[in-house]
């Protein structure tokens, strides 16, 4: 027998139809047991299996995201800001991350609160911190609702997407390769991204000093 712990996951995720989708994504805000990225294409490649349809599953996963954002958004604000800072600060431990890289993420946010809250929902483990950093600062709830609401689109369109497509252009019965192999394949695509970022950006500096002079 194979073994496939995605494949079990989204076969006991389906009784549920899409309630039960609507519910896990509500529960990845919270609870990441698995990483979302991971879920999402594993909901695009059962999408391509015909377990539900691909519009469907997209706004059932991105209306479930949007819930649970706005939960903990709401949740942060009403403890204010002592014991929310002091709550971020043990979560962030529990992820790895430092106290003064939180800081300095507040900080960021502080300075474009409508950009970031974008951007944020499209970066793995610092988008789960986004609603709180928000609530840390007071950020006008309808400009951060909205913006999250649309890089909650685009994470959720990515990653359901690309399983989708892997599905439909690799015959594979085991959803956990399947779903492996297409993560690896955006990693590939992101990290080569990320260098010609910094390429970019390197030679942009010599540039700008030379300007100066």
Known sequence: MDFDPVGTVMAWISAFGILGLFAVAVTERFLPVI?????????????????????????????????????????????????????????????GLSTERIERWIASFRRNQTMLAFSLQILPTVRLFAPAFAALLGANSRSFMAASAAGIAVWNGLFIGAGYAASRSIEMENTTILALGALGCLLVVEGALIWIARRVRARRKPRAALCEV
């Open 35 to 95: 990483p979302s990225y991971g879920l999402l294409l594993a909901v695009g490649i059962a999408a391509a299996d015909g377990v539900w349809s691909l519009p469907r599953a997209f706004l059932a996963t991105s209306a479930g995201s949007m819930l649970g954002c706005a939960v903990c958004f709401y949740a942060f604000r009403v403890l204010g800001e002592t014991r929310s800072r002091r709550l971020v600060y043990r979560t962030g431990r529990l992820f």
